[in-house]
């Protein structure tokens, strides 16, 4: 299973990162370029424990089972998945070059990761390894909708 706790892993993402520009249209889903950089840069900064946000209701209910579903193999995050209002970009237009740049460095940054779990707003407490393989078919699931 795929982590963004590889380097080697990592370094493909931002490969494919580094592919996108203001071209770059989805294939699915309702963003532009521009929210798709900065709700992945807000993801990261979630993830990597800049910012925090309270757990969802219905996380609370079935986030242990939808998780142990998505990260069961290397199936990709289906089309069109649900996120946080937190994560939803209003704004459809803005630097693409510095949202590129600002998640290349997010992600970069899981080099030295160190915690031993992460609580996830709609999963709850995750290991390390759970967040590593989320947090690869998340960014995954991002470039695939962009074509990158």
């Not at 494919?16 to 993801?43: D, P, V």
């Not at 242990?64 to 998505?70: C, F, I, N, P």
Request: with cysteine; hydrophobic share 35%; net charge positive.
């Amino acid at each position: 299973m795929k982590t963004v706790f590889d380097k080697a892993t990592r370094d493909q993402l931002i490969t494919r990162i580094n592919s996108l520009n203001e071209n770059s249209k989805a294939e699915w889903g309702k963003m532009n370029i521009y929210q798709m950089l900065k709700h992945c840069t807000l993801a990261e900064e979630l993830y990597l424990g800049y910012s925090t946000h309270k757990r969802a209701f219905l996380g609370r209910l079935i986030g242990k089972m939808a998780l142990k579903g998505m990260i069961k193999d290397e199936t990709p995050m289906s089309r069109n998945a649900p996120t946080s209002p937190h994560f939803i970009v209003a704004e459809t237009s803005g630097d693409i070059e510095a949202q590129k740049k600002r998640w290349i460095a997010l992600t970069e940054e899981y080099a030295g990761f160190d915690k031993p779990e992460f609580v996830h707003w709609f999963f709850g407490k995750m290991t390390r390894e759970q967040l590593g393989q989320f947090v690869y078919k998340h960014t995954d699931h991002h470039l695939r909708q962009f074509g990158a």
